[in-house]
């Protein structure tokens, strides 16, 4: 009987995990608007009343898609932290993922119509707080100085959105040039 439970749990996680992919696809396709149970257990595969028993309201679902952008989101950030030495090698790897990310809009759409939700609910900000801590600490493998740090966290936001709005994104290179600007090998 306990390996049947397990077995049900893990096909439980399984499905709720699928849920949240499906719940992202549709926000960076459609907007929050877009977001149902019905269409997001449609979009996953599932039948239609599984997106209301894993999540009770539509505010559950997308605090957990948001949760789990930024989850994700941090982690990769902390790893890059952990290899940063304050290094030249260490900016390009972020530029270049920064650049990769962008090529892919959809996640990253879907992400700051997330990321916006927390502007208006402070539920949500949990979330968002540990990818700014993230990006933080990415800033602090380079400088000490408190504002280059908040304007580093700013400048990746900031740009990251603004790539949303053109038809052509800023390159590696090109990310890399401005985060540069804020923390320069010398700072």
């Known amino acids: 009987m306990p390996a ?7 096909k439980g ?3 709720k995990q699928e849920l949240i992919e499906a719940t992202l696809r ?28 894993y999540f009770a309201s539509i505010q559950d679902l997308l605090t957990a898609a ?14 890059l932290a952990a290899d940063a030495g304050g290094g030249a090698d260490s900016l390009r790897a972020l530029a270049e993922l920064m650049a990769e990310v962008v090529r892919g809009p959809a996640r990253l759409l879907a992400e ?4 916006l939700l927390a502007a208006k609910d402070a539920t949500l900000r949990p979330s968002t707080d540990r990818w700014m801590r993230a990006v933080a600490d990415f ?9 280059r740090i908040r304007t580093f966290v700013g400048l990746v936001d900031g740009v990251m959105l603004q ?22 090998q010398d700072a």
């Open 112 to 115: 700051y119509e997330l990321y």
């Open 4 to 10: 049947e439970r397990d077995g049900r749990r893990i």
């Open 139 to 147: 800033a602090s493998r380079f400088t000490g100085d408190a504002v």
């Open 163 to 184: 790539a949303l709005l053109t038809d052509h994104p800023p390159t590696a290179a090109e990310f890399e040039g401005m985060l540069r600007t804020v923390l320069p």
């Open 66 to 79: 948001l949760t789990r952008c930024m989850d994700e989101d941090a982690d990769r950030m902390h790893r």
């Open 13 to 15: 996680e399984r499905r």
């Open 26 to 53: 549709i926000v960076g396709r459609d907007g929050v608007a877009g977001v149902s149970h019905r269409t997001v257990a449609k979009e996953a595969g599932q039948p239609a009343t599984s997106a209301a028993y």
